[in-house]
């Protein structure tokens, strides 16, 4: 399958901090999708990206879709204690021989912050 | 309320034993999708299914089985032959236009 490199793994910041984490891939995506999990929920979708060069925000989030459409990136700004969490990267490809387009995902990216 | 309902939240088993986990969406999305997570391991794909009556392997589908009869529901077997079934498992959503999943709450699935 395709592989995701999402770094870094952990990040142990102050509130009000910056954040930056990003997603790279040895194939091409024609979609790059945020998630952040919560402990013991599911993800929940953060930003969705669909074109290369796309530049998305959400409230304190901004999501670049990387020009060769290996890559991309999720900032989050003046960090608060509620951005704790599992922070995912996910992009769409295709298996040979589907026309369904699947997601493989990054690791993720556990964030802290701290008072 | 619309979205995807995944029942129980919490599930034990003996070992040996099959279990069937729910998945329900009234989005009235196409495809439907189950994963396991594992602590530090991100999402690994067990099955999908595009259309009703259709259902595609994912990259662990050994020891795992699904149904796809109506187009709310996938529910998710995992059998006796599955090593090491304990896992928080999660199914989600896609309609043919977005191109984005939605993610149920989840079953931890426990055997003991």
């Known amino acids: 399958g395709q592989q995701l490199n999402q770094s870094p793994q952990s990040m142990f910041i102050q509130e009000g901090e910056d954040v930056s984490m990003n997603c790279t891939s040895s194939?091409?995506?024609?979609?790059w999708l945020w998630y952040k999990q919560d402990p013991g929920e599911g993800p929940v979708l953060l930003i969705a990206l669909y074109k290369a060069g796309e530049l998305t925000s959400n409230g304190r989030l901004t999501a670049q879709f990387g020009i060769t459409r290996k890559d991309s990136f999720l900032n989050i700004s003046a960090s608060i204690p509620s951005d704790v969490g599992i922070y995912f990267c996910?992009?769409?490809?295709?298996?040979?021989?589907?026309?369904?387009?699947?997601?493989?995902f990054g690791r993720g990216t556990q964030l802290t912050v701290w008072p | 309320d619309g979205g995807i309902t995944q029942s129980p939240k919490y599930l034990f088993r003996k070992e040996g034993q099959n279990v069937t986990l729910s998945c329900e969406q009234n989005?009235?999305?196409?495809?439907m999708y189950w994963y396991r997570q594992d602590p530090g391991q991100g999402l690994r794909l067990i099955y999908y299914?595009?259309?009703?009556?259709?259902?595609q392997k994912g990259d662990i589908a050994e020891g795992y089985s699904v149904s796809r009869e109506k187009k709310e529901s996938f529910p998710l077997t995992v059998t006796s032959a599955q090593k090491n079934p304990t896992a928080f498992y999660l199914c989600?959503?896609?309609?043919?236009?977005?191109?984005?999943?939605?993610f149920g709450p989840g079953t931890r699935l426990t055997v003991l």
């Open positions: 194939s091409i995506f024609n979609t």
């Open positions: 989005l009235n999305h196409d495809a």
């Open positions: 989600a959503s896609e309609g043919a236009s977005t191109d984005t999943q939605y």
């Open positions: 996910a992009g769409q490809g295709f298996d040979r021989g589907s026309t369904l387009g699947r997601l493989y």
């Open positions: 299914s595009q259309i009703v009556n259709d259902f």
